[in-house]
């Protein structure tokens, strides 16, 4: 799999708000089963986030 992330964060008075995601995506063969069998399969993600901290 390859992917990219990133994130920015912003301070706001005693706060610190970030918010951020992610992109992945792969592909190839796998034994899904038990059967000995080759199966090609591909992936993809999409992740976003957002985290919240409070400084005193």
Same mark, same amino acid.
């Given at each position: 799999?390859?992917?990219?992330?990133?994130?920015?964060?912003?301070?706001?008075?005693?706060?610190?708000?970030?918010? *951020? *995601?992610?992109?992945?995506?792969?592909?190839?063969?796998?034994?899904?089963?038990?059967?000995?069998?080759?199966?090609?399969?591909?992936?993809?993600?999409?992740?976003?986030?957002?985290?919240?901290?409070?400084?005193?």
């Amino acid at each position: 799999m390859y992917g990219i992330a990133g994130s920015i964060s912003f301070r706001i008075m005693q706060s610190t708000i970030t918010v *951020g *995601g992610n992109y992945a995506q792969g592909s190839g063969t796998a034994h899904i089963t038990s059967d000995r069998i080759d199966q090609d399969v591909s992936a993809r993600t999409w992740n976003v986030f957002i985290a919240s901290t409070y400084h005193y």
